[in-house]
């Protein structure tokens, strides 16, 4: 069985890399993240606020299987989003282990600091899409 991913694009027609730290889920524009991490991501956030995992359903498994793939929001979505996802990267890091040992659905234990990161790449994509008031790309491959 082949690894699904949850695909997010900045915006930069340049295609100028994120202006963030190095990572080992973005090159260049692309943030690359394992579907199934991504999801423990979501399912975390929907623990405390139910409204911040719809928030971010909508900006990925939402757009799987559409024609369009960009994700465009508002100025006040964007900064919302960017709020959120910088409180949730910093309760991650507070949290329990959100993965505690590898299973077949859950093939690596990565350590909470590695979803929190994974929450750090995507906040890297809004944060150019608010800058450069363009949409971003969402999908999943």
């Not at 202006?19 to 692309?30: C, D, K, M, R, V």
């Not at 943030?31 to 999801?39: G, I, K, N, T, Y």
């Not at 959100?98 to 809004?126: G, I, Q, S, Y």
């Amino acid at each position: 069985m082949s690894r699904s991913w949850q695909l997010f694009e900045g915006p930069d027609p340049d295609d100028r890399p994120l202006p963030t730290p190095p990572s080992p889920w973005i090159e260049g524009q692309l943030v690359r993240l394992p579907l199934e991490h991504w999801q423990i991501v979501v399912d975390f956030a929907a623990k405390s606020s139910p409204d911040v995992a719809r928030q971010l359903s909508g900006i990925s498994f939402a757009a799987a299987g559409q024609d369009d793939d960009r994700i465009a929001l508002e100025p006040s979505e964007l900064q919302s989003l960017l709020k959120n996802l910088e409180r949730l990267a910093l309760a991650i890091r507070q949290a329990e282990p959100l993965v505690r040992e590898a299973t077949a659905a859950v093939p690596d234990e990565f350590v909470n600091e590695e979803h929190a990161r994974m929450v750090e790449a995507v906040r890297a994509v809004v944060t150019e899409a608010l800058r450069l008031g363009l949409p971003f790309r969402a999908w999943i491959d």
